[in-house]
């Protein structure tokens, strides 16, 4: 090239760029030339660091498109598996409203069945979630975002007695999330506490059920040994590899979907409860779906909310009170009433004075 003179060297190039004729010659309403290749950007990593979190696009669709974004899609595995799997990961083809257009979706259902279920998670994937969803934040929304969501961690995941109190603030994270994606609304400290108080008097009730059911237990062990997450889970078969933080918790047995009103460790199963509401033995009352008792007569209560009300006059009653295996502090003044869930008399439903203890 040191030989060509400047003006030959332009004519080289202008035969070049004019190679392939009239055909090539670009056209009005021909696509826009792609844009100049830029190298990515690249950061240094110190030894020793693991690899920055990236949230792949099917994250970012489903913000972007006002969807409900399950936060155990945000634990680092989950992210990672998303990462590697996003070519064959279930979605959902959706039409976008005023276009003919379609978008694919991530399968909320599929993900929680093959990624990991929000209410599944433990405290350590929690709290690492919790963590990767602020930053998620930080790259999809705009910093009052991040404040917002900063708040709302904050005030849950550093609540006192946060291992004890753990499936009550888990419930009430998912439940605010899921009214927020409905109707956004400001962070109050009050409004947080209040919806948590809610979810904590349940987790006493529950724990007196299964205090219940433990008393009630034959001498000798019935009950299937509980099957290790890691075996239930089919495609993932995570938590063996082990390394990072949290490992403790994780691999725990636990029961999935129904039962509740919470699945805790492994000694969350529904099989030795009785239920509240029917008297029969192997559901929690908040999943019963019976119409009357097993003589057939017409039952005293059913569900309503998390609180069992009487069917004729709609009031709510105790569940605490009456589970009662000792004594019972109750601290909501005549917003639930002490009477038996099974006839309405003074006694507590599982004295079993109205009705006939279920047999194992
Ligand atoms: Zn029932
Ligand atoms: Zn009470
Ligand atoms: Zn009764």
């Not at 936060?71 to 990672?80: A, K, V, W, Y």
């Not at 946060?162 to 927020?180: C, G, H, S, W």
Request: glycine share 10%; charged share 25%; aromatic share 8%.
């Amino acid at each position: 090239m040191n030989s060509l003179s400047p003006a030959s060297a332009i004519n080289i190039m202008r035969g070049i760029s004019s190679f392939g004729g009239d055909a090539k010659r670009p056209q009005e309403g021909d696509d826009p030339k792609p844009p100049p290749k830029h190298r990515r950007e690249e950061i240094d990593l110190p030894i020793g660091s693991r690899p920055p979190i990236s949230f792949n696009v099917l994250l970012k669709d489903l913000d972007v498109h006002g969807y409900y974004i399950l936060l155990s899609l945000f634990t680092t595995e989950s992210l990672d598996y998303i990462n590697k799997n996003s070519s064959s990961i279930a979605t959902t083809k959706l039409n976008m409203p005023g276009s003919d257009k379609q978008i694919c979706i991530l399968d909320s259902a599929h993900s929680e069945a093959n990624i990991l279920a929000e209410r599944d998670m433990d405290r350590a994937q929690w709290t690492e979630a919790a963590q990767n969803y602020v930053k998620f934040m930080g790259i999809v929304g705009t910093p009052e975002d991040v404040a917002r969501w900063t708040s709302h961690f904050g005030f849950l995941v550093t609540y006192e007695k946060a291992e004890k109190n753990f499936p009550a603030l888990l419930r009430t994270d998912v439940m605010l999330r899921q009214a927020y994606n409905m109707q956004g609304f400001s962070f109050k400290r009050d409004f947080y506490q209040e919806q948590l108080n809610n979810e904590l008097v349940l987790l006493r009730i529950d724990k007196k059920l299964k205090l219940c059911s433990a008393e009630w237990k034959p001498a000798i062990e019935t009950r299937p040994p509980a099957t290790p997450l890691s075996l239930r889970r089919g495609s993932r078969g995570g938590g063996d590899r082990g390394g990072r933080g949290g490992g403790s918790a994780r691999g725990g047995a636990r029961l999935i979907g129904k039962g509740g009103p919470f699945q805790e460790g492994s000694g969350g199963d529904a099989s030795s409860t009785v239920c509240l509401i029917c008297t029969r033995r192997g559901h929690y009352y908040s999943a019963c779906t019976q119409n009357s008792f097993e003589d057939g007569s017409p039952l005293f209560c059913r569900i309503s909310g998390n609180n069992i009300s009487t069917i004729r006059s709609n009031e709510t009653l105790c569940c605490l009170w009456n589970v009662k295996c000792d004594k019972v502090s109750c601290n909501h003044d005549n917003l639930r009433r002490h009477l038996c869930s099974f006839c309405g008399g003074g006694h507590h439903a599982f004295s079993w004075t109205c009705r006939k203890q279920p047999a194992y």
